[in-house]
């Protein structure tokens, strides 16, 4: 919900003498009740979420997501009198539409538990336009949120590495996998402000984000990052500079092509970024002929995850050529929710072809739509973490990730209220009265508009 949103309010009744408010005009302006509900759900979640991992009993994720469902569910309800924006209609579109449209649309079953996750981030992604949430590096609840990330990349860095990948080059925490543990450290980034966090703080945090990702081992989300970082930066030169820094990334990025097609990663060390450059070159041509790919041979002589990038462009091409082949209609909304990772063996590594497959044309449109919003009505400061997430997603299912993305949702949503917003809020009487002398009108009759 965008800052300008125009709240009206009943008009003053002259018999009682008092605004009708609703509960949130009665308990706060600024959202940081909100902040707090949200920060305890996640406290809970987290808590769930880590004795799931050392007692081996994932149900318990389930069960603190139903706990931040909940304390989402009684805040809306709260907060349904807010003008709705285009990203509520699109996500309550997205939960309703889809998969009804997709009952009649296709003969596939749809997983209860994909409908599930997908009906749950449309309801945070609603949840978070309804909210009004203060920017989250200005909210009281910034250090317990930051507190909560830290204890979880310390555990998972330390005493719970979780599984081995890749040789034992790769570990992913207390998460399933290492990409799941390599967007955590993204939400440290909402918590910079940039207006009193000194430059240490600043420099810790991001240090923190790579040194999570060199753990991890994550090629796709190593790339975002970068790419994301250099937005952020050139956002912040001033504008007689900026020509010189396209100059240069367009200069670069002719020099990267023009070594990697001369073989310039041999001259590189050897890692398993290089290794898959490799392997890229000597089999792309196999993906786009789609003849059989050995995976196992390529990794035997380069080392493992060395096929893994080329082992995703087959995927992707799979899927794609699945596609193709279904219905019309199965083809505008969706072959069916769950459908690629029991059709294809394994979900296709890529969000946006993940979402023409399950939920097709309108699906993806939709979140397209709701994210575009989402992304550019976030606080400059912090959008190119919402491209960073954006970008690696094409490498990566990161939608299943529901405490990441419950989160990250929140914190790109949050914009605060507008001074006007608060005072009508907190001193109804107060601003009516300075309205109603600007208007020439008296205190009573009609609304106000803030």
Same mark, same amino acid.
């Given at each position: 919900m965008t800052e300008n949103t125009i709240l009206t309010m009943p008009a003053l009744a002259p018999a009682h003498g008092s605004i009708g408010r609703s509960i949130w005009q009665l308990r706060n302006a600024?959202?940081?009740?909100?902040?707090?509900?949200?920060?305890?759900?996640?406290?809970?979640?987290?808590?769930?979420?880590?004795?799931?991992?050392?007692?081996?009993?994932?149900?318990l994720n389930?069960?603190?997501?139903?706990?931040?469902?909940?304390?989402?569910?009684?805040?809306?309800?709260?907060?349904?009198?807010?003008?709705?924006?285009?990203?509520?209609?699109?996500s309550l579109a997205a939960a309703v539409f889809i998969p009804v449209m997709?009952?009649?649309?296709?003969?596939?079953?749809?997983?209860?538990?994909?409908?599930?996750?997908?009906?749950?981030?449309?309801?945070?992604?609603?949840?978070?336009?309804?909210?009004?949430?203060?920017?989250?590096?200005?909210?009281?609840?910034?250090?317990?949120?930051?507190?909560?990330?830290l204890v979880i990349l310390l555990i998972s860095v330390t005493i719970h590495r979780g599984s081995s990948w890749d040789g034992g080059t790769r570990h992913s925490?207390?998460?399933?996998?290492?990409?799941?543990l390599a967007l955590i450290p993204f939400l440290l980034l909402f918590l910079i402000d940039l207006s009193?966090?000194?430059?240490?703080?600043?420099?810790?945090?991001?240090?923190?984000?790579?040194?999570? *990702? =060199?753990? !991890?081992?994550?090629?796709?989300?190593?790339? @975002?990052?970068?790419?994301? /970082? +250099?937005?952020?930066?050139?956002? $912040?030169?001033?504008?007689?500079?900026?020509? *010189? =820094?396209? !100059?240069?990334?367009?200069?670069?990025?002719? @020099?990267?092509?023009?070594? /990697? +097609?001369?073989?310039?990663?041999? $001259?590189?060390?050897?890692?398993?970024?290089?290794?898959?450059i490799s392997v890229m070159r000597a089999e792309f041509k196999n993906v786009v002929q789609g003849?059989?790919?050995?995976?196992?041979?390529?990794?035997?002589?380069?080392?493992?995850?060395?096929?893994?990038?080329?082992?995703?462009?087959?995927?992707?091409?799979?899927?794609?050529?699945v596609y193709i082949d279904s219905t019309p209609a199965q083809q505008i909304f969706g072959i069916g929710l769950g459908s690629s990772a029991r059709l294809l063996g394994k979900l296709p590594h890529n969000e946006y072809l993940r979402l023409l497959f399950e939920q097709g044309v309108m699906g993806l449109l939709l979140f397209l739509f709701a994210w575009q919003r989402i992304i550019m009505t976030a606080p400059p400061g912090v959008r190119y973490i919402g491209i960073i997430v954006a970008i690696y997603s094409f490498s990566e299912n990161n939608l299943d990730n529901f405490p990441f993305m419950a989160l990250f949702i929140f914190f790109l949503s949050a914009r605060g209220v507008t001074d006007a917003f608060k005072t009508g809020i907190q001193h109804p009487l107060t601003a009516r009265w300075k309205r109603g002398r600007s208007a020439g009108m008296g205190l009573h009759g009609g609304s106000m508009a803030l």
């Open positions: 600024s959202g940081e009740t909100v902040w707090t509900w949200i920060a305890w759900a996640f406290a809970a979640y987290w808590a769930l979420f880590m004795a799931g991992a050392f007692l081996e009993r994932r149900q389930t069960v603190g997501g139903v706990v931040i469902l909940g304390v989402l569910a009684w805040t809306i309800l709260e907060r349904l009198w807010i003008r709705l924006d285009a990203v509520v209609f699109a997709q009952i009649f649309a296709s003969s596939e079953p749809v997983s209860p538990e994909a409908l599930f996750k997908h009906v749950s981030l449309c309801l945070v992604m609603a949840a978070s336009r309804l909210f009004c949430l203060p920017v989250a590096s200005t909210s009281k609840m910034r250090w317990p949120l930051a507190a909560q990330i925490g207390l998460f399933e996998i290492p990409n799941n009193r966090d000194g430059l240490m703080l600043r420099v810790a945090a991001h240090a923190i984000v790579v040194a999570v *990702l =060199a753990f !991890t081992g994550t090629s796709g989300a190593m790339i @975002a990052y970068g790419i994301g /970082l +250099a937005i952020h930066l050139h956002a $912040l030169l001033p504008r007689p500079w900026r020509l *010189l =820094a396209y !100059t240069f990334a367009v200069v670069g990025g002719l @020099a990267a092509v023009t070594f /990697l +097609a001369a073989d310039g990663e041999k $001259l590189l060390p050897e890692t398993r970024l290089t290794n898959q003849n059989d790919i050995s995976y196992y041979e390529q990794e035997k002589v380069l080392g493992p995850g060395s096929s893994s990038a080329i082992w995703r462009l087959a995927h992707w091409r799979q899927t794609i050529a």
